[in-house]
């Protein structure tokens, strides 16, 4: 009979975990609860709360809705949305991740500060991510978005730059766009950065590293929609070959098993445990007769 050992450093990290514990509490009071898009990355966690009355709106469909509850989620929210929000006399329940909060706020002191200086506030992040426009947001839409080293075309060399991280970002390629930039500054502009990155999201790969090499399968388990899930299955791959992309137990197939392999099962920072569990579960359900095949 094969191990199976679920990652106990896989799964929410406390900025999701805190959206969806405030969502099952207001919930649990009643009424409609609006959120402003999906409060995770994973159709399946979103599902669960929306059996429990939680309804998911998009930017348009928040700014129609007056006297209303309505539901932040971890990624933060540009300045406009609580404008809105004042206008239309709606409650916010605020479950911004505090991690991105302080960094929205060194990005707004930053450009306060540094707009009468010819100053560019870079962002390196992924374009179009909820994070992002929050922090753009900071800066009435000013800051130039690095989402690689090819982009940083974009920037002028020869005025200040203040360069910052979305959260979730990898350090090492932070370091990168840190590395390509002091090489490439002219005359007397300054370059200053702030490394924003949180730990509980980048002490990942790490700890993913020295997991996928644990075992001899990985079943990887994760959201379509997870940015941080690609990368940290990128990672998995990369150590392991044999690891193996999965949303639902439906999604594994008895053929990449064998009846003596070590498995090993984690997932991205918005995969719930249950979702994880449920793979497990699977897989003993299939290595007990239904179609187990010996690979090895």
């Known amino acids: 009979m094969s191990n199976i050992e679920i990652d106990l450093k896989s799964g929410f990290c406390f900025g999701v975990v805190n959206a969806i514990k405030k969502a099952e509490e207001e919930l649990a009071k009643g009424g409609t609860l609006y959120c402003l898009g999906d409060i995770v990355h994973n159709n399946l966690e979103v599902d669960r709360l929306e059996k429990l009355g939680l309804r998911t709106i998009n930017h348009e469909q928040f700014a129609a809705l007056k006297n209303?509850?309505?539901?932040?989620?971890?990624?933060?929210?540009?300045?406009?949305?609580?404008?809105?929000?004042?206008?239309?006399?709606?409650?916010?329940?605020?479950?911004?991740?505090?991690?991105?909060?302080?960094?929205?706020?060194?990005?707004?002191?930053?450009?306060?500060?540094?707009?009468?200086?010819?100053?560019?506030?870079?962002?390196?992040?992924?374009?179009?991510?909820?994070?992002?426009?929050?922090?753009?947001?900071?800066?009435?839409?000013?800051?130039?978005?690095?989402?690689?080293?090819?982009?940083?075309?974009?920037?002028?060399?020869?005025?200040?730059?203040?360069?910052?991280?979305?959260?979730?970002?990898?350090?090492?390629?932070?370091?990168?766009?840190?590395?390509?930039?002091?090489?490439?500054?002219?005359?007397?502009?300054?370059?200053?950065?702030?490394?924003?990155?949180?730990?509980?999201?980048?002490?990942?790969?790490?700890?993913?590293?020295?997991?996928?090499?644990?075992h001899d399968i990985i079943f990887f388990v994760a959201g379509e929609k997870s940015s941080n899930g690609k990368v940290l299955f990128a990672e998995c791959k990369k150590y392991n070959p044999n690891s193996y992309f999965v949303t639902t137990p439906d999604d594994i197939d008895p053929k990449t098993l064998n009846i003596t392999a070590s498995i090993g099962i984690c997932g991205a920072t918005s995969t719930p445990r249950w979702q994880m569990e449920d793979v497990e579960t699977r897989i003993n359900e299939i290595r007990g007769g239904e179609g187990l095949v010996n690979i090895g």
């Open 68 to 214: 209303v509850r309505v539901l932040l989620r971890a990624h933060g929210e540009p300045p406009s949305t609580y404008e809105i929000a004042r206008q239309n006399n709606i409650e916010i329940i605020d479950a911004s991740c505090p991690v991105v909060l302080r960094l929205q706020k060194k990005i707004h002191d930053k450009y306060d500060k540094e707009k009468d200086n010819n100053t560019q506030i870079v962002i390196y992040g992924k374009k179009g991510h909820a994070e992002v426009i929050g922090l753009i947001g900071q800066t009435q839409s000013e800051a130039i978005v690095i989402e690689k080293k090819e982009d940083l075309d974009k920037l002028d060399f020869s005025r200040n730059i203040c360069l910052f991280s979305q959260t979730t970002k990898p350090l090492d390629g932070f370091q990168e766009i840190i590395d390509i930039i002091e090489s490439r500054m002219q005359g007397d502009a300054r370059f200053e950065y702030f490394d924003t990155i949180c730990r509980q999201v980048s002490n990942r790969i790490p700890n993913i590293k020295e997991f996928a090499q644990k």
